[in-house]
């Protein structure tokens, strides 16, 4: 199993991973849950809705957002 301790530093640039893979700033602890449910609702939303759900609507404005940002 991949640790993440030593990528720290470059997680910790970027506040979405940051929130993703360290609990306030720190590496959690081997076996620590990770939730990603921005991740689990995009999931859903495909299950739901099928590809529409990516190429239109929140996932699609989501992604050209970030895109332009």
Same mark, same amino acid.
């Given at each position: 199993?991949?640790?993440?301790? &030593? $990528?720290?530093?470059?997680?910790? +640039? /970027? &506040?979405?991973? =940051?929130?993703? /893979? $360290?609990?306030?700033? +720190?590496?959690?602890? &081997?076996? =620590?849950?990770?939730?990603?449910?921005?991740?689990?609702?995009?999931?859903? =939303?495909?299950? +739901?809705?099928?590809?529409?759900? /990516?190429?239109?609507?929140?996932?699609?404005?989501?992604?050209?957002?970030?895109?332009?940002?």
């Amino acid at each position: 199993m991949a640790r993440i301790d &030593p $990528l720290k530093d470059e997680l910790i +640039q /970027f &506040p979405s991973t =940051s929130e993703i /893979f $360290l609990k306030d700033g +720190q590496v959690p602890e &081997p076996g =620590s849950l990770l939730g990603q449910h921005d991740l689990a609702q995009t999931y859903q =939303s495909i299950a +739901q809705d099928g590809k529409e759900a /990516f190429y239109r609507g929140r996932i699609a404005q989501a992604i050209v957002a970030t895109s332009k940002s």
